[in-house]
C-alpha cells in the first residue's frame, strides 16, 4: 500500500469515527475508544490500521452485533453521487466495512442490509467475500437481485466483490477453480449503462482468464455476437492479460490473426549500456510486406532482471497500426529505468523483443549498470 494512502488515514479517522458514533449512542466510551484505537496504529499501513479500528470499535460498541451495526449505519453521511474524483474521503468507511466482514458472519441479513448501505459510500467488495464463502447461495442469490439495483455502486458490487483475484484481498479459491456463478452475474450486468460497472465486469473477465484462458476466449466469442461499442469495450479491456501474452486466440477475437505479413527493420535500443535511473529508447521500422493492407497490434517487452539473477518479461503497449500495402511506419518508444514503487531494477543484460499481433521479433539488448 502507497505511503501516501496509509498518511491520509491518519489519526483523525479515528476521532471522527468517535465523535459521529457518541452523537448516535451518547454510553460510547470515547476516551477508552481513542487509546486503543490509537496504541500502535501509527506503526501499521492502510488495511491493517482500518482493521486495528475495527477491533476497537467491536470492543467498545454493544457485544450484539445488530445493536452495534444499527449503531454504525446511523452515522453514515449521504450516499455517494459519483464513481470518480471521492479521492480518500470514502476510505473512512473502510473500518465499517471490515468490521461487517469479521464481526457479522453469524448475522447475514443484518449484515447483508449493511454492505448494501456501507457500499454507497465506499465500497464492500472486502466484506462480502467471507459471505460467498459461508453462504454462496444466500450471497449469491442476493447479488442476484442486486444486478437490478438503481444504485450503479450496488450494481459494481456485484460484479468487483465476486472477483477471484480481487487486489488487496484474499482470493476466493471456490471461483478461482469453477468461475461459473460468477460468469452468470457478468452476463446480467456486461451491457450495464454505467461505465463504472463495465470496467468492474472487465476487470472480473481479466481475473477468469488468468486461471481458465479458454473460458475468457469463449465468453468473449460469445458476446461479440451482436455486440454494442460499449460491450466491444469490455470485452477488449477483459482480454487485456491475454493480449499481453501474446495469446492467438484473444488476438484472433480482437481481430488481429497471430500470422502477418511484417517485417522488423533496424530495431535500435539507445543507449546500449543505460545505468539505473535513467532510460531507454527501442526504435524499429515495421514493414507491410504484402500488397494489402493490414491492421496489426504492436507490442514489445522487456526481460527485467531480478533480485535473484533470473529475468522476467513485462510487456509493453505500443500502439495498433494501419499498414499500406507494402507500407512501413517509424516506431519508438522511451522506458523509464528510474525506482519504482512497482518495478525495482537490477543491473544485467536486459532483451527485448517486439511483439507484432503476439510474434515475437528480436530487438536486442541492453546492459543496465
Not at 339 to 358: A, F, W
Request: glycine residues 4%.
Amino acid at each position: 500500500m502507497a505511503d501516501a494512502l496509509k498518511n491520509q488515514f491518519g489519526p483523525e479517522i479515528a476521532k471522527r469515527l468517535a465523535a459521529d458514533i457518541s452523537r448516535i449512542y451518547p454510553a460510547f466510551t470515547v476516551a477508552a475508544f481513542l487509546h486503543d484505537a490509537l496504541t500502535g496504529y501509527e506503526s501499521l499501513e492502510l488495511i491493517p490500521r482500518a482493521r486495528h479500528l475495527a477491533n476497537a470499535l467491536h470492543k467498545h460498541l454493544p457485544e450484539d452485533y445488530p445493536t452495534a451495526i444499527s449503531i454504525l449505519l446511523r452515522t453514515l453521511s449521504p450516499v455517494l453521487t459519483e464513481t470518480e474524483r471521492n479521492g480518500m474521503a470514502p476510505f473512512f468507511y473502510l473500518p465499517h466495512t471490515l468490521f461487517v466482514g469479521q464481526y457479522g458472519l453469524d448475522h447475514f441479513e443484518e449484515s447483508m442490509h449493511a454492505q448494501y448501505e456501507l457500499t454507497q459510500r465506499f465500497t464492500a467488495e472486502f466484506s462480502i467475500r467471507p459471505y460467498l464463502e459461508r453462504y454462496p447461495d444466500e450471497t449469491l442469490a442476493r447479488l442476484r437481485l442486486w444486478t437490478n439495483d438503481p444504485s450503479v455502486h450496488v450494481r459494481r458490487l456485484v460484479s468487483e466483490g465476486t472477483r477471484p483475484r480481487l487486489p488487496w484481498a484474499p482470493r476466493l479459491r471456490s471461483l478461482q477453480k469453477d468461475p461459473t456463478p460468477g460468469i452468470e452475474l457478468l452476463e446480467l450486468l456486461k451491457d450495464d449503462s454505467d461505465l463504472y460497472v463495465r470496467r468492474s465486469v472487465a476487470n472480473h473477465l481479466n481475473d477468469i482468464g488468468k486461471d481458465h484462458p479458454s473460458i475468457l476466449i469463449e465468453i468473449a466469442n460469445r458476446w461479440k455476437t451482436s455486440a454494442t461499442a460499449e460491450r466491444l469495450w469490455v470485452i477488449k479491456h477483459g482480454l487485456r492479460s491475454l493480449i499481453k501474452q501474446g495469446n492467438a486466440e484473444a488476438l484472433a477475437v480482437l481481430g488481429f490473426p497471430q500470422k502477418t505479413s511484417t517485417a522488423v527493420l533496424t530495431p535500435l535500443l539507445s543507449p546500449s549500456n543505460p545505468a539505473i535511473g535513467e532510460a531507454v529508447t527501442l526504435s524499429f521500422t515495421l514493414k507491410n510486406t504484402k500488397p494489402q493492407a493490414q491492421r496489426v497490434l504492436v507490442d514489445f517487452r522487456i526481460f527485467f532482471v531480478k533480485a535473484n539473477g533470473q529475468a522476467k518479461p513485462k510487456v509493453f503497449k505500443l500502439q495498433t497500426v494501419e499498414l499500406e500495402p507494402h507500407g512501413e511506419i517509424r516506431l519508438s518508444k522511451k522506458v523509464s529505468l528510474a525506482k519504482m514503487s512497482t518495478r525495482q531494477h537490477y543491473p544485467g543484460l536486459h532483451t527485448v523483443e517486439i511483439l507484432v499481433n503476439g510474434q515475437v521479433f528480436p530487438a536486442g539488448n541492453f546492459h543496465l549498470r
